[in-house]
């Protein structure tokens, strides 16, 4: 059995309001200026031959620039490329860096999130502000194997491992079950992540999907039906298959209900039975 996106990606919902794609790069390595500096970036651009960034127009997701020709140009990212850090703007990086009390975090990302660095307390905590969403894995946790963005928990359960995925607009926790001995273990038949809520309230939609909403209703935080996949398919690596499938691997919902406390997910034995389903499964 595999458990993917258990937690799922959980995003801000307002990251799902951004336009899909991203424009071209400028043809030419811009030059940054701030919008109220001594010469016009117009000037600039039409001085160096080359496009100028109007810094004072940077966004998460957008960059403007003034062309040579007296024209301007917008490149606009379906996802963020930079963040706010003590107020300047900093590339996005997942990297996982060690905290003070022992917990993991990444370099630069949109939202706040927090990983164990072993021992009993959250697995992991998702924030925006004063809302948060932490999981709980129902038992103490070893120290975790970091490698970038990914922190793997080894042996959780005989035959598995967990990892959970740091991104930009949250992140992505997957149990890689390893052969069908370990997918037969009883505590796979269903697994109980405990909740912690602050400002957010968890539950589900009849198609699996993952919302957590603040006491006026509006979405905060949410992600995609929580899904199991095997090791087949094309395309992809080892690091790849522990945030999605590989093309044409084997796929299955996992039945997800949302209790008071309490998250749970079971996986789907026939996909676990079938000989065509290649381990490990996430």
Do not use: C
């Not at 926790?173 to 602050?198: S, Y």
């Amino acid at each position: 059995m595999g458990v993917t996106r258990t937690s799922t990606v959980l995003i801000a919902a307002a990251s799902l309001l951004l336009g899909s794609g991203g424009a071209a790069p400028a043809r030419s390595t811009p030059s940054p200026v701030a919008r109220t500096g001594e010469e016009s970036a117009s000037t600039r651009a039409a001085r160096t031959g080359m496009p100028v960034e109007l810094v004072g127009e940077r966004a998460e997701t957008r960059s403007v620039f003034a062309n040579p020709d007296g024209s301007f140009s917008v490149e606009q990212h379906a996802r963020p490329i930079r963040v706010r850090r003590d107020g300047g703007w900093v590339p996005v990086d997942a990297t996982l860096r060690g905290s003070p009390d022992g917990s993991l975090s990444p370099v630069a990302t949109r939202l706040g999130l927090r990983l164990s660095g072993g021992g009993a307390g959250p697995l992991v905590t998702l924030s925006d502000g004063d809302r948060s969403v932490s999981l709980f894995w129902p038992g103490p946790l070893p120290a975790p194997v970091v490698d970038g963005p990914t922190a793997t928990y080894l042996e959780v359960i005989p035959g598995v491992d967990l990892a959970v995925t740091a991104d930009v607009e949250g992140f992505t926790q997957v149990l890689v079950v390893k052969n069908r001995q370990a997918a037969h273990d009883p505590k796979l038949a269903l697994v109980r992540f405990g909740t912690v809520t602050r400002g957010v309230a968890l539950s589900t939609d009849p198609d699996g999907t993952l919302r957590a909403a603040d006491p006026r209703g509006d979405v905060v935080f949410r992600g995609p039906a929580p899904t199991m996949w095997d090791s087949g398919g094309h395309g992809g690596d080892a690091a790849s298959r522990l945030v999605a499938p590989a093309r044409g691997a084997r796929q299955a919902v996992l039945r997800t209900e949302v209790g008071r406390g309490d998250l749970t997910v079971a996986p789907d034995m026939s996909m676990v039975d079938d000989p065509k389903t290649r381990f490990p499964v996430y």
